[in-house]
């Protein structure tokens, strides 16, 4: 059994050599590779794959986009306009800092697509979450790959060396997808004052408040004052809205209007989103229940594993990874032919199993497959 710390962590040029075939938005270079995953929705009883919330939408949430089905022959410009205001005062910015986009996938895109048109290389984590970077090559760039430290947090030195002449942007993943791992938030507000002298840098926050204090631990007070830092935020996560598709970007108003320039940030949203993601802001308890919920079943799981001979990564979010013995892909079934899906990767040519947070009964399920799955 692989146990925390003991991955090597392989440069790009030497990793990729596993069998099992990599998802096709995953970049062969990275130590990380996807296993296509076995989605069988009609055999799925516990949908830990995906990373979802199962609690959500809340019910206010609910309500509201039911009561906005009829509004569907307009257009939800006003309702993105009071989003983003209520989004800018909850923020602590302006409006003019928030672009909305149909979930943060489109704004990570879209950011690639901006600043890498002409070429260039992003700098980021391996492994780390692949959206943008998949982008920006699809499109010419590079990618920089730094792979992380043996706590699983970001070389920040590392990351600041490997800016140069032609690095467009840098991202961040702050707590990290796969990984769950953070890196600590005074060294990296540090290493975001520092290196967006020389460019912009982009904080991908998806799991941020399933932390105990999000705010103590958020890169957007860094964007009002001004430096040059993009922070990502998503509906799809503690909001329980995955499927709804809502995300916002906070940036400098220089950054949103160079993205804006060329694309549009709200012409994707649809008014019933909109309606839920504004009921969504409007009730914070029940983010706070979503909060205690997941780290309940994080600490059962937890608990569960180590029982089982398991050691998963210290995780910060709504889901957690651990090493597996077996072939990523068999195992994968294996867990699925028991109605359980979950996510398999290949890092640094080892198996590795991720698997999302769900209701206590779900991670019952997903306990009872594992022992079986491996028995
Ligand atoms: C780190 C990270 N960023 C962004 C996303 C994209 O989420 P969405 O497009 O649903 O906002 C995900 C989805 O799993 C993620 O894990």
């Known amino acids: 059994m692989l146990g925390i710390g003991s991955i090597s962590l392989l440069p790009g040029a030497l990793i990729g050599k596993t069998n099992a075939a990599p998802h096709q938005g995953w970049n062969k270079e990275s130590m990380l590779w996807e296993i296509n995953p076995l989605y069988n929705e009609i055999k799925m009883k516990a949908r830990l794959l995906a990373n979802e919330n199962p609690f959500g939408p809340s019910p206010k949430v609910q309500k509201a986009i039911s009561d906005s089905i009829s509004l569907g022959n307009r257009y939800g410009h006003g309702d993105a306009a009071y989003l983003i205001s209520m989004l ?14 149909p979930g943060s996938t489109d704004l990570l895109e879209k950011t690639a697509i901006v600043l890498c048109k002409d070429g260039g290389n992003v700098v980021s984590a391996d492994p780390s979450y692949m959206s943008l970077v998949n982008t920006a090559q699809a499109i010419g760039g590079s990618w920089k790959a730094v792979p992380l430290k043996d706590d699983y947090a970001h070389d920040l030195e590392g990351m600041q060396s490997a800016i140069d002449a032609d690095t467009k942007l840098v991202y961040v993943c702050n707590p990290n997808n796969p990984m769950g791992a953070i890196t600590e938030a005074g060294s990296l507000r540090e290493y975001c004052k520092k290196a967006s002298k020389k460019v912009p840098i982009f904080v991908d926050e998806a799991y941020l408040e399933f932390m105990d204090k999000p705010e103590d631990n958020t890169m957007v007070g860094l964007v009002s004052e001004g430096h040059d830092v993009m922070v990502a935020r998503t509906f799809s996560k503690i909001h329980g809205m995955a499927g709804l598709r809502i995300g916002y970007l906070v940036a400098t108003e220089e950054r ?32 706070s229940d979503c909060r205690k919920w997941n780290k309940e079943s994080r600490e059962f799981t937890s608990e569960q594993l180590h029982g089982m001979g398991f050691q ?42 991720r698997v999302s947070m769900g209701t206590m009964d779900e991670m019952k399920l997903f306990v009872d497959a594992l022992k079986s799955a491996t028995a």
């Open 312 to 353: 998963e990564i210290p995780s910060y979010t709504s889901f957690m990874i651990f090493p597996i013995e077996e072939e990523g892909k068999g195992f994968a079934k294996k867990m699925m032919d028991q109605g359980v899906g979950i996510r398999v990767y290949s890092i640094a040519d080892s198996p590795w199993c």
């Open 256 to 287: 949103i209007k160079s993205i804006t320039s060329m694309v549009r940030g709200t012409m994707g949203l649809c008014v019933t989103s909109l309606k839920g993601a504004i009921a969504s802001v409007q009730d914070p308890s029940f983010l």
């Open 88 to 101: 800018a005062e909850k923020e602590g910015v302006k409006p003019e800092n928030i672009m909305l986009g």
